[in-house]
């Protein structure tokens, strides 16, 4: 799959992008502050549904504003399809696809599907297992997109039970009454989202195994991957073996109702759930131990790296080549790890890369390259892919007269559309029919 157009409108920075986009690589440049990483994130926005550099959506939206629009062009082998996300912050977001309202946003998971790679990618290694726990179940998600609404529901039960706990110390018998039938819709859900971490842990251990010893070369320690539960059943911590049978759905409720009858008193105590999948931690071995307290700063960048090139290939194993998105990171990367990352980049199907200087760049990805500075991105002339005046912008007020060659909206049968710049995408964003308003579910 590959975006054959991007258009934002009042995103970040952004007053207006409008970028016509090819397959193979395409290096988006400008000096740091020019709005290069908001454009990879709208792109990743609509993978996900979510920024991996911030937890709310309001910083999305433009000072001054109210609501953003991301809208893209996405072709899938023969098919094109038109995906529309309008970001309300404190109101319910809405998504169209092909102009016709998806029912809850969560719906749109799993059509787009980007692995990204960024600075932020580090506190895998060396972050809080929130982060860990929401690295695996936005992977499990773009895999399997019913787990969506398995996951929206565990958050919701946890939430309920929760309140319930913090009064179930004055209230005892009612609330204890209620307590369990709370405990019946959190062991069901957990336990179905139990089974799918499992399953993917084991899947994605050998490609993390590969993919480090590629990225660290000769000589490095085996890299592994093990899950820590509250739930005994569902791992200690240690390194999973790919060849062993995993416990099923099933198996894993029971284990959480019996783990959670151990721990009642003590949860009503505290007032809050000790249980569950939400107490989880994804464990990263380096060796014998483990690469969180362990492992060097080049250490860390490299599991960083590999367990995004897992990712990737993963998801290409199974039928799906995703987009590709680099953010800013080869300027980290020494020369071995540069040449592995660009490896892979240069066969998939479509890489978005951002730099501050194009010379960090490999060679092999220097396709496309749009510059972007003083609120506009550009098309540079003279390189692969497109002509010079196939990506406008505006930020901040700025504007740019390249001409139009057709946004996500263009007509289907290939008919040009009007030019108009700048000011006609910027209709297009603003003016197009809305959809029905949804739960953000």
Known sequence: MYL????????RSWELAD??????????????????????????????????????????????????????????????????????????????????????????LGLVKTVLFAPEDLALVRGDPA???RFLDDLLVSRTPRLAGVRSDYDRVLKQRNALLKTAK????????????????????????????????????PYVADAYAGVAGPGADQAALGYSSSVPLAGDGTAVDPARALPGAAELA????????????????????????????????????????????????????AVKLAC???????????????????????????????????????????AAVAEDVPAALRGTRVRIAEGTAVVLPGLTGT??????????????DAADHGGPDAPDDGAAADAGGAGMAQDRVDTAPHPQEVDRG
Do not use: C, M
């Not at 999305?60 to 309008?86: K, N, S």
């Not at 799906?320 to 990352?341: N, Q, T």
């Open 387 to 400: 002509a010079d005046g196939d990506a406008t912008g505006t930020a901040d007020g700025d504007a740019t």
């Open 19 to 108: 970028l016509a986009l090819t397959p193979g690589p395409t290096v988006l440049v400008g000096r740091n502050g020019q709005g290069k990483t908001n454009l990879v994130e709208a792109v990743g926005y609509l993978a996900t549904l979510s920024s991996h550099r911030v937890s709310s959506d309001a910083p999305l939206v433009r000072h001054g504003a109210t609501q953003a629009v991301v809208r893209a062009a996405l072709r899938r082998d023969e098919r094109e399809l038109l995906v529309e996300v309008e970001i309300n912050p404190g109101r319910a977001n809405r998504v169209r696809v092909n102009r016709a309202p998806l029912p809850r946003p969560r719906e749109l």
């Open 4 to 11: 054959r157009h991007l258009q934002v409108g009042q995103f």
């Open 170 to 205: 004055l209230a005892r018998g009612n609330a204890l009454a209620t307590l369990d039938v709370w405990d019946g819709h959190l062991t069901e859900l957990g336990g179905q989202l139990l089974a799918a971490r499992l399953r993917l842990v084991s899947d994605l251990a």
């Open 254 to 305: 029971a284990a959480l109702a019996a783990r959670l009858a151990e721990r009642r008193k003590e949860e009503v105590d505290r007032g809050v759930t000790l249980v569950g999948p939400h107490r989880d931690d994804l464990v990263l071995h380096l060796g014998p131990a483990p690469a969180k307290g362990y492992a060097s700063h080049g250490e860390s960048w490299s599991f960083a790296l």
């Open 312 to 354: 990737f290939a993963l998801l290409r194993a199974e039928g799906d080549d995703p987009i590709l998105v680099l953010d800013d990171v080869f300027a980290e990367l020494d020369a071995g790890r540069r040449s592995a990352l660009a490896e892979v980049a240069a066969s998939a199907e479509q890489t978005l890369i951002t």
């Open 131 to 133: 982060e860990r726990r």
